[in-house]
């Protein structure tokens, strides 16, 4: 399907693409770039790339499928040094958390070149970072969501599907926008949550006793709480009016659990916790479009 892929972020989201794209046949040999040499080095010496790039526009060079693996907020001045390097052909994709910002980075930095580039969020991801834990394995059965922008041109949109399709992905197609505010409410605020519900924990003084008592429920709710920091700081700024939205929701429904507790009214705590218990009992996963 492609002859090389350029990589830009030799670290896990990166890595796990490039292994299940050559396991899978799409790809003949990848080029890699990372921030920190180290990474692209240490992505070579595990047989994840064929070539350390020296840079990202020489990952890009002579690539017919390039791929961001970088902080959203490192997307703009990426493809603005990727771009004299681009072949006329070449499909770009990235796999950043928000997307609403990535594409008005990508008219900004590609200019009419915009229309190469395919805005992607795979719905999958570990609280582990790094080359070392790419996995060939992390895409299979996962959600992807692909947002093109009115540059984007429709067959780059086409081969993009059938790319994530033969990864064993199943497909989504939104606008930039509508993904923003939809993980904003079910991916970042619940980040954001889990984030402030361990600082609150660990400000108190018997924070650390309480920690040591904790069982599988606190394991289950804090999981997402270990996530990359310098990740997660760009994601919630990225898209901070969609979480801020989310956050009064919140606040809204933790008033309305607290004046229940305060007035010790058990008919009134009882529906609120029945409503959110029925609700996730029959959620049972994604809604995969298949």
């Known amino acids: 399907m492609f002859e090389r892929l350029g990589l830009i972020g030799c670290g ?3 890595g796990s693409f490039a292994l299940a794209a050559r396991r899978a046949g ?4 990848v080029a890699g770039h990372s921030k920190s040499p180290a990474s692209a080095h240490r992505a070579h010496e595990l047989g994840v790339i064929d070539e350390v790039a020296d840079s990202a526009a020489q990952a890009a060079a002579g690539a017919d499928l390039v791929l961001l693996a970088v902080p959203v907020a490192a997307t703009e001045a990426t493809l603005r040094a990727i771009r004299p390097a681009l ?3 070449a499909l770009i994709l990235d796999v950043g958390s928000t997307k609403a910002d990535v594409a008005a980075a990508a008219r900004r930095a590609l200019g009419d070149q915009a229309r190469q580039f395919v805005p992607c969020h795979p719905i999958t991801g570990r609280e582990v970072a790094g080359v070392e834990h790419a996995d060939a394995n992390l895409y299979r059965g996962t959600q992807v969501i692909v947002t093109p922008t009115d540059d984007t041109q429709v067959a780059r949109v086409e081969r993009t599907v059938a790319l994530w399709r033969a990864l064993g992905c199943h497909v989504v197609e939104l606008s930039p926008e509508a993904h923003d505010a939809a993980l904003a409410a079910v991916s970042h605020l619940p980040h954001l949550l889990a984030f402030a519900f361990m600082n609150g924990l660990l400000a108190q ?3 650390g006793r309480s920690l040591a008592l904790a069982g599988p429920g606190f394991r289950d709710f804090t999981r997402i709480a270990a996530g990359d920091p310098s990740l997660w700081r760009d994601v919630l700024l ?9 956050l009064r929701h919140f606040q809204q429904a933790l008033t309305e659990f607290e004046q229940a507790l305060a007035a010790g009214r058990a008919d009134a705590l ?3 916790i029945r409503r959110a218990s029925a609700a996730r009992a029959a959620w049972g996963g994604p809604a995969i479009a298949r």
């Open 270 to 272: 009882e529906p609120l």
């Open 205 to 207: 003084p018997d924070g």
């Open 12 to 14: 896990l989201m990166g």
């Open 238 to 246: 990225a898209n901070r009016d969609e979480v801020g939205a989310q």
């Open 26 to 29: 799409l790809v003949q040999r």
């Open 87 to 89: 072949r006329p052909d």
